[in-house]
């Protein structure tokens, strides 16, 4: 037997440890799905459309056939309907239209990059060779780009729906009972109060994690068994059942390490359909892992909204009623959850405020651009951005202090739990003491003092300060919530614990990390519940056929719903040992006490460890009458509701009013996430939160031409910042324990991007606010920022320019040149 | 992402590279450095038969003294040139430059001639190289030509080295004791510039004795703001005086439009940071 090693009491939680996966993950020495080689394994190449939107009228695929190295070359008529399809799991409304998303298109293609054909040949190379030889013709239609152009229903993303109205979904107080009448509040503000109305553009983002998406599927044993990069291994399994006729008990799906993803994996792909599709046809293992440029075009983009806000206030800046109108871009289908991304916002617009009244209406709608779904924060992001703008605008007009304006409305902290005017119910907060810290850390005197000198002399560089006081939902889903919302599945969390033999635990969770660091910090929670060292405990994941229950990784849940069930289990353990250690002490299971892995008769030195007991059922040499061997257990937790952190972020930004360049000064945030398992991953979670949020401020847009063709196809034109590109962030927390889950915790994982990006446009703003200007469209370019000191606040003349610079010859030869012609070869790459 | 395929060549001496050259015919590439040829044959915007691969060739690399001039071989790595004292000595407003090129993984793969003939208006050493009155060396088969600064970049991608032909040097007269600055504006920090301007000026006694001045992705081709340069001779190095001769820096300037900047915008930007670069170039 293997001696392990005694605990020394000092509690898991709570500690700064290193990251165990850290080593793997960063050397890359690990399974990532691109590094898996199987036994006569083919690869794949997709051939794409180049086209936004067109009619597919001949695949001519002799060539490719032909090529060295091919074994097939597969069109959507080849597979049909048997090759399963791309679903929407949440149809926001009863009446939603959502057109069928086939992954190799049969002839209609709706946005640029759909996959018209697969190559499979016996190298990757050869797969790329052999595309290029496939010979598509397109009729091409009119291609309908823009969520306000496609409401008009003037030019059609996909003519046989007859509208490209998705669903309409509401949420208003006054019906709902938790609040009064938008209408009336906002009639009373107009004749004796303030009204700010807005219209805010959330520009198109793309997430753009570390590891492209790739696929390995094997179908030559009794189950397919299908490697991806996903963050949601078990709802593909599910769905590659439900599409295609294959039993769910035929499927393995194994995510193994995956390198980032946030919510751009929170996807069951075309890729990944037709990869199974192309293995089950040629009875071979197939690798596909997409470049780059597919990856932009191709995997689902976020965000995409036009907001139109009202909000109603007394005179003296006390909130009363907020109205939300707002159109959201799908893109050309309707993604797994990418209906509901904006509905995910609906309980966030009215965000720490005491509001009146409040309705919330959105209309979805479909184009010919790459479909939308969740992007890290989703929804949250789109309603803290509109709501922390507003606040800014409304002391601008009251003519206070930002932070003055939203203690004035925010939620008390004797007030906790508060039931929201949008009918939620927050667990808990104290933004009076995270706003105070904030302010400390930040000198937000001392910066108020110079952005006034370097007002009074006029200095060319101005300073602005930022202010983001947010909260968010945590912790889906309760699967009451979900179900009233027609969701297509629940929002529980399943964990086991293995007691081995040796004294080594494995804990099994459904959740699916891709970067979060869960081997790490659900071992610190297993050796707390359990009493053994962090080192002996494995976190094993992203295997239906090792974790066989579970829902993934997404909406901040994994540590709310997951990391409460990994405690439910260990629990259920301790109770179950608790029964063999009585009788191994020849003591009455009451009078045991149990703490740091050891059970010991109250009162006496008499005492068994519980990694003894888990040798004792494996030998089951001598347990109780009756008792079955064992001592493993599994746990599900639904939680009752969600839990809801918050923070106060402060942002100085300084302007260059010569030329419109920003550049950050400082930035200090403190959260109150709940209980923090591990300050450092907390740390790294908010560190990469805020620079995606601050990328969206100030960096990060998706741009088409006119043709649908995405102008911001790589890194050169879609301008990924980088760590040269930030600052040193300084980030602190405050703890309000929440309610909802017995270890206290609430979300991380959002927070930063969720936060971040209103701190930063306000501090833009406030920057320019003496010059006229009143707001600035994301992402602030310094071309915005100029053009809007230049026009003193109109920012009409500064939209996007929708070409990108050529940086290689456009002249070289066997160029495609996608819009200049019907017939194209296959690449689009 | 995998190129076409492609014969590869890697000749070890200039002839062998120029007879190579001659052999291979129309479709050919030649790679120096690669970092923005790799993209190309990966993006398979363009599949040359061949690829003439000069990373091989040692005396095409390093950094020498000739009299009055530095001389760069075409395929010195940016990081050489970087690390070159007599770079920073004497042309100081190219190691200005090159500091600010992409990043250190670019800067240590590609090479200072595989830029220039490369010929991207928004990269950052066509600017400095027009500004320093850089000669360049020429080799084809009928042996050595220089070609003056002014008459090397001829329009977008294009330079006067002919077929059959590689740009085997440069030599850039000394400017021992010029101050330089040279001014990138970007958004994100690895990216191409948006607008940028090299300035290197002679400060005697508080005066501006000599000044050049090159623009970065004002037009299809590196420019010289010559009006601008005679316009600062003589002016105090005070921001008064140099905001007025720079105020011309964008005339005859035909700049791109695109995601990054209109053409006005650009025009404004280089009149902002051509002052700037003077100001900090003459010590102001």
């Given at each position: 037997m293997t001696v392990t090693e005694e605990r020394t009491g000092t509690p898991e939680i709570g500690n700064r440890r290193l990251r165990k996966e850290d080593q793997r993950l960063i050397t890359g020495r690990t399974r990532w799905t691109d590094n898996i080689i199987l036994p006569g394994m083919l690869h794949a190449a997709m051939v794409r459309s180049p086209h936004a939107h067109a009619m597919v009228t001949g695949i001519d695929t002799e060539a490719a056939r032909k090529a060295p190295g091919v074994v097939a070359v597969v069109t959507g008529a080849d597979v049909k309907d048997g090759q399963g399809a791309v679903a929407n799991a949440w149809p926001i409304t009863a009446d939603q239209k959502a057109p069928a998303h086939l992954p190799i298109v049969l002839d209609h293609v709706a946005c640029a990059g759909e996959i018209v054909a697969v190559v499979v040949a016996r190298t990757a190379a050869q797969a790329r060779d052999a595309a290029e030889l496939v010979d598509v013709d397109y009729d091409e239609l009119p291609a309908v780009l823009d969520a306000k152009e496609a409401v008009d229903d003037a030019v059609l993303a996909h003519p046989d729906l007859g509208t490209n109205k998705s669903a309409l979904w509401r949420l208003d107080s006054a019906d709902q009972g938790s609040g009064g009448d938008v209408d009336e509040e906002i009639d009373k503000a107009r004749a004796e109060g303030i009204v700010i109305e807005r219209e805010i553009r959330q520009q198109r983002l793309i997430p753009s994690f570390m590891e492209p998406r790739s696929t390995v599927v094997d179908p030559t044993g009794e189950q397919i068994t299908v490697w991806t990069s996903t963050q949601v291994p078990h709802i593909l399994r599910f769905l590659i059942a439900a599409t295609t006729g294959i039993p769910e008990s035929k499927v393995r799906v194994i995510a193994p390490d995956v390198g980032g993803g946030f919510g751009g994996k929170l996807q069951t792909t075309a890729e990944e359909f037709a990869t199974l599709a192309v293995a089950r046809l040629v009875g071979k293992p197939v690798k596909y892992t997409e470049t780059r440029s597919e990856s932009l075009v191709s995997g689902h983009h976020g965000r995409d909204q036009y907001q139109k806000l009202t909000l109603a206030a007394t005179k003296d800046g006390t909130v009363t009623a907020l109205k939300v109108d707002l159109i959201a871009n799908l893109g050309a289908y309707v993604g797994l959850v990418g209906g509901g991304v904006p509905v995910l916002g609906a309980w966030m617009y009215n965000a720490i405020y005491k509001f009146r009244a409040y309705r919330f209406t959105v209309q979805t709608v479909l184009t010919n651009t790459t479909w939308v779904d969740a992007y890290r924060g989703a929804g949250r992001p789109e309603a803290t951005f509109a709501i922390e703008r507003l606040m800014d605008d409304l002391a601008a007009e009251v003519g206070v202090d930002p932070l003055q304006i939203r203690e004035q409305n925010w939620i008390r902290n004797d007030e906790f739990p508060f039931t929201s005017v949008a009918g939620m119910t927050y667990d808990s907060g104290n933004y009076e003491v995270a706003t105070a810290r904030a302010v400390e850390l930040f000198d937000y005197e001392g910066l108020r003092r110079e952005q006034s000198e370097r007002r009074e002399r006029k200095d060319p560089v101005q300073l602005g300060i930022g202010v983001s006081t947010f909260t968010e939902m945590c912790g889906l889903a309760p699967s009451r919530v979900l179900g009233a919302l027609n969701y297509g599945a629940g929002g529980w969390e399943h964990a086991s614990v293995r007691m081995l033999a040796t004294g080594k635990v494995e804990v099994i969770t459904g959740t699916s990390p891709h970067g979060q660091g869960h081997e790490t910090a659900w071992s610190q929670i297993a050796a707390d519940r359990l009493g053994v060292p962090f080192e002996d405990i494995e976190v094993l994941h992203g295997d239906t056929q090792i974790a066989p229950r579970g829902l993934d990784t997404y909406g901040s849940r994994s540590l709310v719903v997951g990391g409460e069930a990994v405690v439910r289990a260990a629990d259920k353990v301790v109770e179950k040992a608790k029964v063999v250690a009585a009788h191994l002490l020849e003591a009455s299971a009451d009078d045991l006490e149990f703490s740091n892995g050891r059970f010991t008769v109250r009162g006496t030195d008499n005492g068994i460890g519980i990694t003894e007991i888990a040798t004792a059922q494996f030998t089951s040499?001598?347990?109780?009458?009756g008792f079955e061997p064992g001592i493993d257990a599994d746990a599900t937790f639904d939680p009752d509701d969600f839990s809801f952190p918050h923070g106060t972020h402060l942002c100085a930004v300084e302007v260059d009013t010569e030329t419109g360049q920003t550049t950050m000064r400082k930035y200090v945030c403190v959260d109150d996430v709940g209980q923090i398992i591990n300050p450092l991953i907390v740390e790294g979670q908010v560190h990469g939160g805020l620079l995606q949020g601050i990328a969206q401020a100030l960096w990060e847009e998706a741009v088409f031409d006119d043709q649908g063709t995405l102008v911001t196809g790589s890194f050169v034109d879609y301008t990924l910042p980088t760590a040269a590109d930030t600052i040193s962030f300084v980030t602190e927390n405050t703890t309000s324990p929440s309610t909802t889950n017995t270890l206290g915790t609430k979300g991380v994982g959002e927070a930063g991007s969720i936060a971040s990006t209103p701190a930063v446009v306000n501090a833009v703003v406030d920057a320019l606010r003496p010059l006229g200007v009143t707001d600035v469209q994301m992402p602030c370019t310094p071309k915005r920022v100029w053009k809007a000191i230049q026009s003193a606040g109109s920012v009409s003349d500064a939209a996007t320019i929708d070409s990108a610079q050529p940086h290689f010859d456009p002249g070289a030869p066997n160029q495609d040149a996608p819009d200049t012609g019907t017939s194209t070869n296959g690449a689009g790459q | 992402m995998i190129p076409a395929s492609f014969d590869y060549l890697a000749p070890t001496s200039v002839a062998d590279a120029l007879s190579a050259l001659a052999e291979a015919g129309d479709d050919v590439e030649v790679l120096a450095g690669g970092q923005s040829l790799l993209p190309i044959l990966r993006m398979r915007l363009n599949a040359p038969d061949k690829v003439i691969d000069l990373g091989r060739i040692k005396e095409l690399q390093g950094v020498s003294e000739d009299g009055d001039h530095v001389v760069i071989g075409a395929m010195t790595t940016y990081a050489d040139v970087l690390a070159s004292d007599l770079v920073r000595q004497h042309a100081g407003l190219l190691t200005d430059a090159i500091a600010e090129v992409a990043d250190p993984q670019i800067r240590h793969r590609g090479t200072v001639g595989g830029a220039l003939v490369h010929?991207?208006?928004?990269?950052?050493?066509g600017a400095p190289a027009l500004a320093l009155d850089t000669e360049f060396v020429i080799t084809g088969s009928g042996g050595e030509r220089t070609v003056a600064a002014g008459d090397f970049f001829q329009d977008l991608f294009e330079t006067?080295?002919?077929?059959?032909?590689?740009?085997?040097a440069i030599r850039i007269p000394k400017h021992t004791g010029w101050g330089h600055r040279y001014e990138k504006f970007v958004r994100?920090?690895?990216?191409?510039?948006i607008v940028a301007v090299a300035a290197t000026v002679r400060v005697d006694g508080g005066t501006i004795a000599e000044a050049r001045i090159g623009l970065t992705n004002m037009g299809s081709t590196p420019l010289r703001a010559t009006a601008v340069e005679q316009a600062l001779v003589g002016k105090a190095a005070t921001d008064e005086a140099v905001r007025d001769a720079c105020a011309a820096a964008a005339d005859g300037t035909n700049p791109p439009s695109d995601l990054n900047g209109d053409s006005d915008y650009r025009k404004h930007l280089a009149t902002v940071l051509t002052r700037r670069a003077v100001l900090a170039a003459a010590g102001g």
């Amino acid at each position: 037997m293997t001696v392990t090693e005694e605990r020394t009491g000092t509690p898991e939680i709570g500690n700064r440890r290193l990251r165990k996966e850290d080593q793997r993950l960063i050397t890359g020495r690990t399974r990532w799905t691109d590094n898996i080689i199987l036994p006569g394994m083919l690869h794949a190449a997709m051939v794409r459309s180049p086209h936004a939107h067109a009619m597919v009228t001949g695949i001519d695929t002799e060539a490719a056939r032909k090529a060295p190295g091919v074994v097939a070359v597969v069109t959507g008529a080849d597979v049909k309907d048997g090759q399963g399809a791309v679903a929407n799991a949440w149809p926001i409304t009863a009446d939603q239209k959502a057109p069928a998303h086939l992954p190799i298109v049969l002839d209609h293609v709706a946005c640029a990059g759909e996959i018209v054909a697969v190559v499979v040949a016996r190298t990757a190379a050869q797969a790329r060779d052999a595309a290029e030889l496939v010979d598509v013709d397109y009729d091409e239609l009119p291609a309908v780009l823009d969520a306000k152009e496609a409401v008009d229903d003037a030019v059609l993303a996909h003519p046989d729906l007859g509208t490209n109205k998705s669903a309409l979904w509401r949420l208003d107080s006054a019906d709902q009972g938790s609040g009064g009448d938008v209408d009336e509040e906002i009639d009373k503000a107009r004749a004796e109060g303030i009204v700010i109305e807005r219209e805010i553009r959330q520009q198109r983002l793309i997430p753009s994690f570390m590891e492209p998406r790739s696929t390995v599927v094997d179908p030559t044993g009794e189950q397919i068994t299908v490697w991806t990069s996903t963050q949601v291994p078990h709802i593909l399994r599910f769905l590659i059942a439900a599409t295609t006729g294959i039993p769910e008990s035929k499927v393995r799906v194994i995510a193994p390490d995956v390198g980032g993803g946030f919510g751009g994996k929170l996807q069951t792909t075309a890729e990944e359909f037709a990869t199974l599709a192309v293995a089950r046809l040629v009875g071979k293992p197939v690798k596909y892992t997409e470049t780059r440029s597919e990856s932009l075009v191709s995997g689902h983009h976020g965000r995409d909204q036009y907001q139109k806000l009202t909000l109603a206030a007394t005179k003296d800046g006390t909130v009363t009623a907020l109205k939300v109108d707002l159109i959201a871009n799908l893109g050309a289908y309707v993604g797994l959850v990418g209906g509901g991304v904006p509905v995910l916002g609906a309980w966030m617009y009215n965000a720490i405020y005491k509001f009146r009244a409040y309705r919330f209406t959105v209309q979805t709608v479909l184009t010919n651009t790459t479909w939308v779904d969740a992007y890290r924060g989703a929804g949250r992001p789109e309603a803290t951005f509109a709501i922390e703008r507003l606040m800014d605008d409304l002391a601008a007009e009251v003519g206070v202090d930002p932070l003055q304006i939203r203690e004035q409305n925010w939620i008390r902290n004797d007030e906790f739990p508060f039931t929201s005017v949008a009918g939620m119910t927050y667990d808990s907060g104290n933004y009076e003491v995270a706003t105070a810290r904030a302010v400390e850390l930040f000198d937000y005197e001392g910066l108020r003092r110079e952005q006034s000198e370097r007002r009074e002399r006029k200095d060319p560089v101005q300073l602005g300060i930022g202010v983001s006081t947010f909260t968010e939902m945590c912790g889906l889903a309760p699967s009451r919530v979900l179900g009233a919302l027609n969701y297509g599945a629940g929002g529980w969390e399943h964990a086991s614990v293995r007691m081995l033999a040796t004294g080594k635990v494995e804990v099994i969770t459904g959740t699916s990390p891709h970067g979060q660091g869960h081997e790490t910090a659900w071992s610190q929670i297993a050796a707390d519940r359990l009493g053994v060292p962090f080192e002996d405990i494995e976190v094993l994941h992203g295997d239906t056929q090792i974790a066989p229950r579970g829902l993934d990784t997404y909406g901040s849940r994994s540590l709310v719903v997951g990391g409460e069930a990994v405690v439910r289990a260990a629990d259920k353990v301790v109770e179950k040992a608790k029964v063999v250690a009585a009788h191994l002490l020849e003591a009455s299971a009451d009078d045991l006490e149990f703490s740091n892995g050891r059970f010991t008769v109250r009162g006496t030195d008499n005492g068994i460890g519980i990694t003894e007991i888990a040798t004792a059922q494996f030998t089951s040499h001598n347990l109780p009458a009756g008792f079955e061997p064992g001592i493993d257990a599994d746990a599900t937790f639904d939680p009752d509701d969600f839990s809801f952190p918050h923070g106060t972020h402060l942002c100085a930004v300084e302007v260059d009013t010569e030329t419109g360049q920003t550049t950050m000064r400082k930035y200090v945030c403190v959260d109150d996430v709940g209980q923090i398992i591990n300050p450092l991953i907390v740390e790294g979670q908010v560190h990469g939160g805020l620079l995606q949020g601050i990328a969206q401020a100030l960096w990060e847009e998706a741009v088409f031409d006119d043709q649908g063709t995405l102008v911001t196809g790589s890194f050169v034109d879609y301008t990924l910042p980088t760590a040269a590109d930030t600052i040193s962030f300084v980030t602190e927390n405050t703890t309000s324990p929440s309610t909802t889950n017995t270890l206290g915790t609430k979300g991380v994982g959002e927070a930063g991007s969720i936060a971040s990006t209103p701190a930063v446009v306000n501090a833009v703003v406030d920057a320019l606010r003496p010059l006229g200007v009143t707001d600035v469209q994301m992402p602030c370019t310094p071309k915005r920022v100029w053009k809007a000191i230049q026009s003193a606040g109109s920012v009409s003349d500064a939209a996007t320019i929708d070409s990108a610079q050529p940086h290689f010859d456009p002249g070289a030869p066997n160029q495609d040149a996608p819009d200049t012609g019907t017939s194209t070869n296959g690449a689009g790459q | 992402m995998i190129p076409a395929s492609f014969d590869y060549l890697a000749p070890t001496s200039v002839a062998d590279a120029l007879s190579a050259l001659a052999e291979a015919g129309d479709d050919v590439e030649v790679l120096a450095g690669g970092q923005s040829l790799l993209p190309i044959l990966r993006m398979r915007l363009n599949a040359p038969d061949k690829v003439i691969d000069l990373g091989r060739i040692k005396e095409l690399q390093g950094v020498s003294e000739d009299g009055d001039h530095v001389v760069i071989g075409a395929m010195t790595t940016y990081a050489d040139v970087l690390a070159s004292d007599l770079v920073r000595q004497h042309a100081g407003l190219l190691t200005d430059a090159i500091a600010e090129v992409a990043d250190p993984q670019i800067r240590h793969r590609g090479t200072v001639g595989g830029a220039l003939v490369h010929a991207d208006p928004a990269g950052d050493v066509g600017a400095p190289a027009l500004a320093l009155d850089t000669e360049f060396v020429i080799t084809g088969s009928g042996g050595e030509r220089t070609v003056a600064a002014g008459d090397f970049f001829q329009d977008l991608f294009e330079t006067a080295v002919g077929e059959g032909e590689l740009l085997t040097a440069i030599r850039i007269p000394k400017h021992t004791g010029w101050g330089h600055r040279y001014e990138k504006f970007v958004r994100v920090s690895h990216q191409w510039s948006i607008v940028a301007v090299a300035a290197t000026v002679r400060v005697d006694g508080g005066t501006i004795a000599e000044a050049r001045i090159g623009l970065t992705n004002m037009g299809s081709t590196p420019l010289r703001a010559t009006a601008v340069e005679q316009a600062l001779v003589g002016k105090a190095a005070t921001d008064e005086a140099v905001r007025d001769a720079c105020a011309a820096a964008a005339d005859g300037t035909n700049p791109p439009s695109d995601l990054n900047g209109d053409s006005d915008y650009r025009k404004h930007l280089a009149t902002v940071l051509t002052r700037r670069a003077v100001l900090a170039a003459a010590g102001g």
